[in-house]
């Protein structure tokens, strides 16, 4: 089984509301810090949001911040991005990330993360 599942991708109109969902297992599970990227076509991955373990420390890229919440159920070793006011330049394929030396000073890195998700289609249009 793959270490990062996503799922909850889909195609909305703008406005609308998603929520990805991510479970992690084997290695990735219990990881310190997750995170979720995004890459559009043409473009370069970049950083969405992270969450602490317990999720008293979150983060968000500018562009998301206000708009998406990134949430984890340790339980389920599950990890969520609900995201409201969706644009269309939210479109990409979102990525789950977990594990590896990432830490809170690098957790916006790609490189920091050891697992990685298949990702999940997100298609806002207008």
């Known amino acids: 089984q793959a270490p990062l599942v996503e799922s909850g991708g889909g195609s909305v109109q703008a406005g609308d509301s998603l929520r990805l969902s991510c479970v992690a297992s084997?290695?990735?599970?219990?990881?310190?810090?997750m995170a979720w990227f995004r890459q559009a076509p043409g473009k370069e991955r970049e950083f969405v949001a992270s969450?602490?373990?317990?999720?008293?420390?979150?983060s968000y890229s500018d562009s998301v911040k206000g708009r998406f919440t990134i949430s984890r159920d340790n339980a389920k070793n599950t990890v969520y991005l609900q995201m409201d006011s969706l644009k269309p330049e939210d479109t990409a394929i979102y990525y789950c990330?977990?594990?590896?030396?990432?830490?809170?000073?690098?957790?916006?890195?790609?490189?920091?993360?050891?697992?990685w998700g298949q990702g999940t289609q997100v298609t806002v249009s207008s």
């Open positions: 969450s602490t373990r317990s999720g008293s420390r979150t």
């Open positions: 084997g290695g990735a599970i219990g990881s310190a810090l």
């Open positions: 990330a977990g594990g590896g030396p990432v830490s809170t000073t690098n957790y916006a890195l790609g490189y920091a993360y050891d697992y």
